[in-house]
């Protein structure tokens, strides 16, 4: 999991201020996915991207989060206004393709938000 | 009903034993499965992909997948201090862009 980069690895921020989080997929992938981890609980899906189009947000707060995967530069995952719930560690991971047959995610090593 | 469930442990074991780690899912439909290995404050590294029913081996590792039942069983032979992790379970859509784990088992590999 090493190819898929995240940072910053560590972030803090206050109550009320905003939170990017960058990931750049493995070489040659073009499909980019978020996943949160809260304390004590399992990784929960947040979004699917391709290069300039979000595939599926169903698992999105509906307020204050978005993600972009722009056609050049790294996926950015946005929090606005953070509050305490918002303390997570938060994955990225990336794939070569979509479709069940061969398609392997491999993730990175995760941001880890902290909001006091 | 979670989609997909997992004894968080702790799971203790001597080092050398044979682990058995397991996962149940509820949606038949699911076909490919996946173990992943997590240290503590790291990402998640893929162990083990299987389709279908049947067994998969690689190393020390097998995952086995029941449909019939709807069980995924991972199991760690000549276990070593080095595997204490949390293993996740995790089963893909169809569509194969979306993962859903299991909360994971925390193992501990005694010396």
């Known amino acids: 999991n090493a190819g ?41 899906f947040m979004v699917y991207l391709q290069k300039e189009n979000i595939i599926d947000e169903s698992g999105m707060p509906k307020e204050r989060f978005s993600a972009e995967f722009p056609k050049e530069g790294p ?42 | 009903q979670k989609e997909v469930e997992q004894d968080p442990g702790p799971l203790s074991v001597p080092e050398g034993a044979i682990v058995s780690l397991n996962c149940t899912y509820s949606n038949s439909a699911f076909q490919y ?13 893929l162990l083990m992909y299987t389709y279908s029913s049947g067994n998969k081996e690689d190393g020390r590792f097998t995952a086995q997948v029941d449909k019939s039942s709807k069980y995924i069983s991972l199991f760690i032979r000549d276990s070593q201090p080095s595997d204490s992790a949390t293993y996740l379970c995790a089963i893909i859509n169809n569509a194969g862009n979306m993962l859903t784990f299991g909360g994971g088992t925390r193992l501990m590999v005694k010396p």
């Not at chain 1, 898929?4 to 980019?32: D, F, I, T």
């Not at chain 1, 991971?93 to 995760?110: D, H």
Request: hydrophobic share 30%.
């Open chain 1, 4 to 44: 898929v980069m995240q940072n910053p690895r560590h972030l803090v921020r206050r109550r009320g201020q905003e939170a990017r989080l960058r990931c750049s997929p493995m070489k040659g992938h073009s499909h980019v996915y978020w996943y949160r981890q809260l304390p004590e609980e399992g990784l929960k």
């Open chain 2, 33 to 45: 499965f996946m173990w992943y290995r997590q240290y503590s404050r790291k990402g998640p590294e």
């Open chain 1, 75 to 116: 996926s950015i995952l946005r929090i606005q206004q953070v509050v305490r719930g918002d303390s997570a560690a938060y994955f990225c991971a990336s794939s070569l393709s979509s479709g069940g047959t061969g398609n392997t995610i491999y993730f990175g090593e995760g941001s880890w938000l902290t909001v006091v």
